[in-house]
């Protein structure tokens, strides 16, 4: 059973950084993504970044492309979104998720329907 663990978010001025973590288990293999979402109040959830676990290969939303970077311990099982610059829109309740693919797949997508298993969420609120 794919478990996800969050930790971190909380509050922070505009110009500031954070750093959220997630550990994850129970992959029956090592085709999966990992991608983190954020939903806004109002809005609409979106991706902001993922990465493949087997291949190591990220993607980043335009809006957090240059600001926000996946880091992995491999050997912890965890994944940590790296953010920089926050801005007042980057305030958000965000959410890890997994998605297990086929063996041998190497796409992971930005669609939230496509992610299974997902993380209890955390907030972000960064103030102007």
């Known amino acids: 059973q794919v478990q996800l663990v969050e930790s971190g978010g909380g509050s922070v001025q505009a110009g500031g950084s954070q750093i959220l973590s997630c550990a994850a288990s129970g992959f029956p293999h090592s085709d999966y993504c990992i991608g983190w979402f954020r939903q806004a109040p109002g809005k609409e959830r979106e991706e902001v970044a993922r990465?493949?676990?087997?291949?190591?290969?990220?993607g980043y939303a335009d809006s957090v492309k240059d600001r926000f970077t996946i880091h992995e311990d491999n050997a912890r099982n965890t994944r940590y979104l790296q953010m920089s610059n926050l801005k007042p829109e980057d305030t958000a309740i965000y959410y890890c998720?997994?998605?297990?693919?086929?063996?041998?797949?190497?796409?992971?997508?930005?669609?939230?329907?496509?992610?299974?298993?997902w993380g209890q969420g955390t907030q972000v609120t960064v103030s102007s």
């Open positions: 998720a997994a998605r297990v693919l086929r063996t041998g797949s190497v796409f992971c997508g930005p669609s939230p329907s496509d992610y299974s298993y």
């Open positions: 990465i493949h676990n087997r291949l190591g290969s990220t």
